[in-house]
């Protein structure tokens, strides 16, 4: 027995399931940064000093750049799919892969110049904060890289048996994608500009 | 079917546009940082150029700009808690508990005795 509703889309609502799924799990996730800002709103405000300058502007607008542009080379790869240039869209989905992945290291280097010098989070209270909403930034980066893996390796097959249902997959992916794009579009001024 | 198609065909063009307007607005929140502004508006300024961009990876990359209703509900039905969540920080300032205040009211309110000296 099939689920219904995985590709054709629902007559009340007028969507598919997948599409329902994943902006509904986005709103949860907008309700988990939203928590942690928040903690920096109280952070901040009640802490009698605030650092500024401890962390490279430099390395956080290249991060920025290199999220931008993977978020474009992730809506690349959904739309080549629907115009079917499954050619192209290997090549946006590895170079938002790629893209993700540098993301990552230049986080690595960021972390450990911090690290090497004792400035854990236990250091003070701005990089515990930092870390924290960095951390788990990160952490939904390396999910999606997870789930883009999966696409690009065992999870293609679907194209050939349900091309439909897969460029829907993609279109999921770019949605989380995006999201994870947006908070650091929010995270790269508070953290690193103000 | 061959709509879709058509659609998505036009609005590749569209994705690189606000691609590369993200970009020119990134440079931009760098570029105000360097005007050292005051603190609130400096704050200011960054969130609403944080939200320009926001609202076009929101409306652009993530099609909400034309998305069915139950997408616009389940989200509006988030901004809503999403601003209680943001506003809870507002209570602990409403209050002086955990500020250091002196003088014979904050003896009194430690619970010790108050001192007969104090303000002289």
């Given at each position: 027995m099939n689920i219904p509703y995985t590709v054709?889309?629902?007559?009340?609502?007028?969507?598919?399931?997948?599409?329902?799924?994943?902006?509904l799990f986005l709103a949860s996730e907008v309700m988990l940064f939203g928590a942690l800002f928040s903690t920096y709103i109280i952070l901040r405000t009640t802490a009698p000093v605030w650092p500024h300058g401890e962390l490279s502007i430099l390395l956080g607008?290249?991060?920025?750049?290199?999220?931008?542009?993977?978020?474009?080379?992730?809506?690349?790869?959904?739309?080549?799919?629907?115009?079917?240039?499954w050619a192209k869209h290997r090549l946006y989905l590895i170079a938002t892969f790629v893209l993700a992945g540098i993301f990552l290291v230049n986080k690595y280097f960021e972390y450990a110049e911090h690290l090497t010098h004792g400035e854990g989070p236990w250091h003070s209270t701005f990089l515990a904060i930092y870390f924290t909403l960095t951390g788990l930034h990160g952490l939904h980066i390396v999910g999606g890289m997870i789930v883009m893996a999966y696409f690009i390796g065992p999870g293609a097959g679907l194209w050939k048996r349900n091309p439909e249902q897969f460029a829907n997959r993609i279109e999921f992916t770019g949605l989380y994608w995006h999201f994870v794009d947006l908070v650091w579009i929010f995270l790269f001024p508070v953290l690193y500009l103000l | 079917m061959h709509a879709d198609v058509e659609a998505v065909r036009k609005s590749v063009r569209t994705y690189m546009m606000i691609g590369g307007a993200l970009l020119v607005f990134t440079a931009i929140t760098v570029a105000a940082n360097l005007l050292h502004l005051s603190v609130p508006a400096a704050i200011t300024l960054a969130l609403?150029?944080?939200?320009?961009?926001?609202?076009?990876?929101?409306?652009?990359?993530?099609?909400?700009?034309?998305?069915?209703r139950w997408i616009y509900g389940s989200l509006l039905l988030t901004v809503a808690f999403f601003i209680v969540l943001?506003?809870?920080?507002?209570?602990?300032?409403?209050?002086?508990?955990?500020?250091?205040?002196?003088?014979?009211?904050?003896?009194?309110e430690a619970g010790a005795p108050p001192d007969e000296h104090a303000g002289h």
């Open positions: 054709e889309s629902r007559p009340d609502t007028g969507l598919n399931n997948g599409k329902l799924g994943i902006w607008a290249i991060n920025t750049v290199i999220l931008i542009s993977s978020s474009v080379t992730m809506v690349m790869a959904w739309a080549t799919l629907k115009l079917n240039d | 609403i150029i944080a939200s320009i961009k926001a609202s076009m990876v929101a409306a652009v990359f993530m099609h909400l700009n034309h998305e069915k943001m506003s809870v920080p507002l209570f602990t300032l409403m209050d002086s508990t955990g500020t250091h205040v002196t003088g014979p009211v904050a003896a009194h």
